[in-house]
């Protein structure tokens, strides 16, 4: 179903034929009235016609040039980044898998360093030699070592009483 | 529509031109540009009323065009897609200007009620033009009657007084309807008969 614009734009074209036709004119209220707009309507496309086709392009192999030169610098331009584009695809996925490989290393590496480091150290140097000087009567023969030692807090304490002196070499360092 | 070059040469190698576009061959597509350059121009030119503007989106259609060429499947005639893409690029500039400038959107508010069809359409009998009315003004008054026009009513009447094309080739351009397409026509016409009045009534 036409609108009643679609119609009046058909009728002015002359598009409208056989009972569509005469439908539509007997339709309008004042033919005449109508028949003159239609011209008015046909006039202003010969107005349009003979005003605005006049217009011509100046330095029309210029514009050829120039618009080849465009479409150069273009396809220049667009060559690399075809190339470029799978690379652009793929570059984030590597880049993921480098990263997520050397996230991997540096948690394994500290997971070893902090495991290894948890591990209940050996008894100290200093230790051995205080329970030797224990042992050695000219130092104190009456001196006794008490050891306090929580292998989950890595502390160990000396607890000494009637010993009289350390040897010199025997200081901690 | 008229091309720079003969009918026959137009008829018989268009295709062929395309498609060894299509093959990357830029001296074909040299060709075509020749063929539609000037309509393409002087298209957009009715439509943006500046030289310079319709220079740049001259150039920036028949790249698109070169761009997207492959994508031609010849469904429809060469002439039809390429002004398409000039249809696309110029209502595109022409909406983007108009916001940029801060303006209304384009006034077609002219209502059906608003029309008489059966309205005699007489020249204002305090303005009639002179007779001695440069052909500059009559230019000039045309311009600015287009230019109180929406894009794409700019688009309908230009393609269809200036380029004689059918109501249908219209619509595969714009990408629209038929109906739409006439009836962008009825309200595109009551604007420019109302505004131009003076102007045609000497035709």
């Keep these: 179903m036409k609108t009643f614009e679609e119609k009046w734009t058909a009728w002015v074209d002359d598009q409208l034929t056989g009972n569509e036709l005469e439908e539509f004119e007997a339709s309008l209220p004042d033919r005449a009235a109508a028949e003159a707009e239609k011209r008015a309507a046909k006039k202003l496309g010969v107005l349009l016609q003979r005003e605005l086709t006049a217009k011509s392009l100046l330095n029309a192999d210029f514009f050829s040039h120039q618009l080849r030169g465009r479409i150069e610098q273009d396809d220049r331009h667009d060559s690399p980044s075809r190339g470029g584009a799978g690379l652009s695809v793929w570059w984030p996925i590597r880049r993921l898998v480098w990263a997520g490989a050397a996230s991997l290393a540096m948690f394994i590496a500290i997971a070893v360093f902090v495991m290894r480091d948890k591990e209940p150290s050996e008894p100290s140097q200093y230790l051995t030699q205080i329970m030797g000087a224990k042992l ?15 292998k989950e807090d ?17 200081a901690a360092k | 529509m008229q091309t720079e070059a003969t009918p026959a040469q137009a008829d018989v190698s268009e295709l062929d031109l395309v ?10 597509f040299d060709e075509l540009v020749v063929r539609y350059r000037t309509r393409v121009f002087g298209m957009i030119y009715n439509m943006v009323h500046s030289e310079q503007d319709a220079w740049d989106l001259a150039q920036d259609s028949f790249v698109k065009a070169w761009k997207s060429i492959k994508r031609f499947r010849g469904q429809s005639s060469f002439y039809t897609w390429i002004y398409r893409i000039v249809m696309n690029v110029t209502i595109d500039w022409l909406r983007k200007k108009r916001v940029k400038a801060g303006e209304a959107e384009f006034d ?6 608003d029309v008489d069809p059966a309205s005699k359409t007489l020249p204002r009998p305090d303005a009639l033009p002179s007779e001695n009315l440069e052909q500059r003004e009559i230019r000039t008054e045309i311009d600015n009657a287009i230019a109180q026009l929406s894009p794409e009513h700019r688009a309908v009447i230009l393609m269809k007084e200036i380029e004689g094309m059918q109501y249908h080739e219209i619509a595969e351009t714009l990408g629209c309807s038929i109906g739409t397409v006439m009836s962008r026509l009825f309200y595109a016409r009551k604007k420019l008969q109302n505004l131009l009045r003076d102007c045609y009534e000497n035709v």
């Design chain 1, 136 to 150: 050695d009567p000219a130092n104190g023969p009456d001196a006794t070592i008490t050891i306090f030692e929580s």
């Design chain 1, 154 to 170: 890595r502390v160990t304490v000396l607890w000494t009483e009637g010993l009289k002196s350390l040897p010199s070499e025997y």
């Design chain 2, 19 to 28: 498609r060894r576009c299509q093959d990357g061959d830029s001296e074909a």
């Design chain 2, 108 to 113: 077609d508010s002219i209502q059906l009620k």
